[in-house]
């Protein structure tokens, strides 16, 4: 099975600040890889497809990029209503497999 | 407006069995993959199983195989889980989630149920 490694596992940042969440695939996944936030006590939210594809609605402020094993989500100016934990998954191979999760918190 | 309703889910025993629903609503849900989502509480996000359109063909995470059997009833717009030998790490939230395919490209979870405990103790 692909495991998929996601660092670091809890972040710190302020308002304003530019922040990059990274995983890594065990092999090579090609570019399917999505990216996921999630609030306490509440459903998981797509924000990003095939590496890089932003869903409808989501601010241009987050973008993935990447390929193969290696894997960024980046925030280039932090809201307050992006502390949030972010999961990486690979769809490349059954069984799928989410990352372990950042918790990204207000310093 | 896409709506997924989950029910099911509650308390039950070691190696006891439980049922889970999921009734979509606001898409053509024979046109469309489905899966199952867990979280244990305080963990992490785990895929654990999903079904293709017609119900042919189904995939499972490995620490659930021969345990839980995923279907569907597209007559009903309807996913079903039947977990069975339950163990207490199984306990988590499960939620039901939608595959979304455009031109062709898996696009991942794009809606989700509200999620149902499972507690197993």
């Known amino acids: 099975a692909i495991q998929v490694t996601q660092s670091p596992s809890s972040l710190s940042a302020s308002v304003g600040d530019r922040v990059t969440i990274t995983c890594r695939a065990s092999q090579g996944v090609r570019t399917d890889l999505g990216w996921y936030q999630q609030k306490p006590g509440k459903v998981p939210k797509l924000l990003i497809s095939?590496?890089?594809s932003l869903q409808s609605g989501v601010p241009s402020r987050f973008s993935g990029s990447g390929s193969g094993t290696d894997f960024t989500l980046t925030i280039s100016s932090l809201q307050p209503d992006d502390f949030a934990t972010y999961y990486c998954?690979?769809?490349?191979?059954?069984?799928?497999?989410f990352g372990g999760g950042t918790k990204l918190e207000i310093k | 407006e896409v709506h997924l309703v989950q029910s099911g889910g509650g308390l039950v025993q070691p190696g006891g069995s439980l049922s889970l629903s999921c009734t979509a609503s606001g898409f053509v849900f024979n046109s469309l993959w489905m899966s199952w989502v867990r979280q244990a509480p305080g963990k992490g996000l785990e895929w654990v199983a999903n079904i293709k359109q017609d119900g042919s063909e189904q995939f499972y995470v490995d620490s659930v195989k021969g345990r839980f059997t995923i279907s569907r009833d597209n007559a009903k717009n309807s996913l079903f889980l039947q977990m069975n030998s339950l163990r207490a790490e199984d306990t988590a939230v499960y939620y039901c989630?939608?595959?979304?395919?455009?031109?062709?490209?898996?696009?991942?979870?794009?809606?989700w149920g509200q999620g149902t405990l499972v507690t197993v103790s």
């Open positions: 998954l690979q769809d490349y191979k059954y069984p799928l497999a």
């Open positions: 989630a939608r595959e979304n395919m455009v031109r062709g490209i898996w696009q991942g979870f794009d809606y």
């Open positions: 095939a590496a890089s």
